[in-house]
C-alpha cells in the first residue's frame, strides 16, 4: 500500500507528527527535561527535516519540497513553541543546507547520520542561543549553555534519532518508487514483442 503514496507527503506527515511530539515530550517529561539548571529539548522535528538528507532519500523528494516542509516545520516551531516568528524557520532552512554540504562527503550509513546529525544540532544550538541572545531572551552565560542546556539536549536527541531512525528509513524505502529507466527494452520491437534471433527467422521464413 506504502508504494502508492508519494515520499514527498509521507516526509511532510512526518514532519507534522514530529513537531507534536516535540511539545507532548517536552509536556510529559517536563520534570525531568526542565529541573533547574538543566534544560534539555526535544528536537524530534529538526531530526526529521534532516532524515532524507541523512539517509540518502532525498533525491525521492524534490529539493524545492524539501525546503518547503523545512520552512513549514520552522514556521510551527516558531508559531507554537517560541512565540517568535523567524528564528525556526531561519534556523531549520540553514541546518537543512549545513546537513547537504557535509552529506555530500559522507557515505549513507547511521554512522555518517550521526556525524552530521551532531554537528547540524550542535550548530543550531549556537544558532538559537545567539539568536535569542541578541533579542535578551537568553541570560545564561556560554559555558553554564553548554553545560546545563547543549550537552541534556544532545542526549535526548541522540535517543529521539536511535528511537525513530530504522524507522524512518523503512517508511521512505517503502515509498520509494521504481526507476524506470532501468527497465531493459532493448530486446523489444515497436510493437511490444520479443524480437526473434537469425535462426528463428529463418526457420520461419521457409
Do not use: C
Not at 23 to 32: E, F, R, V
Not at 128 to 141: H, K, T
Not at 163 to 188: F, G, H, M, W
Amino acid at each position: 500500500m506504502l508504494k502508492y503514496i508519494s515520499t514527498t507527503w509521507v516526509h511532510f506527515i512526518l514532519v507534522i507528527i514530529a513537531v507534536m511530539l516535540d511539545g507532548g515530550i517536552s509536556l510529559y517529561l517536563a520534570p525531568l527535561l526542565f529541573k533547574q539548571p538543566m534544560s534539555a529539548s526535544p528536537m524530534l522535528s529538526l531530526i526529521i527535516v534532516m532524515m532524507p538528507v541523512m539517509s540518502g532519500h532525498a533525491q525521492q523528494i524534490k529539493r524545492k519540497w524539501l525546503y518547503t516542509i523545512a520552512f513549514f516545520a520552522g514556521m510551527l516551531v516558531d508559531i507554537f513553541y517560541t512565540g517568535i516568528v523567524g528564528p525556526a524557520i531561519i534556523g531549520f532552512l540553514l541546518m537543512l543546507k549545513l546537513a547537504e554540504f557535509i552529506q555530500r562527503y559522507l557515505s549513507y550509513s547511521f554512522s555518517s547520520s550521526l556525524a552530521v546529525w551532531f554537528v547540524t544540532l550542535t550548530a543550531y544550538m549556537a544558532y538559537d542561543y545567539a539568536a535569542f541572545g541578541i533579542i535578551s531572551l537568553v541570560n545564561l552565560n556560554i559555558p553554564n549553555f553548554i553545560m546545563f542546556h547543549l550537552f541534556p539536549t544532545i542526549i535526548i536527541n541522540l535517543v529521539l534519532l536511535i528511537i525513530v531512525y530504522e524507522l524512518v528509513i523503512y517508511l521512505y524505502n517503502a515509498t520509494k518508487k521504481p526507476d524506470i529507466s532501468a527497465y531493459d527494452v532493448t530486446q523489444r520491437d515497436l510493437n511490444g514483442r520479443l524480437t526473434l534471433d537469425s535462426r528463428s527467422q529463418r526457420n520461419l521464413s521457409k
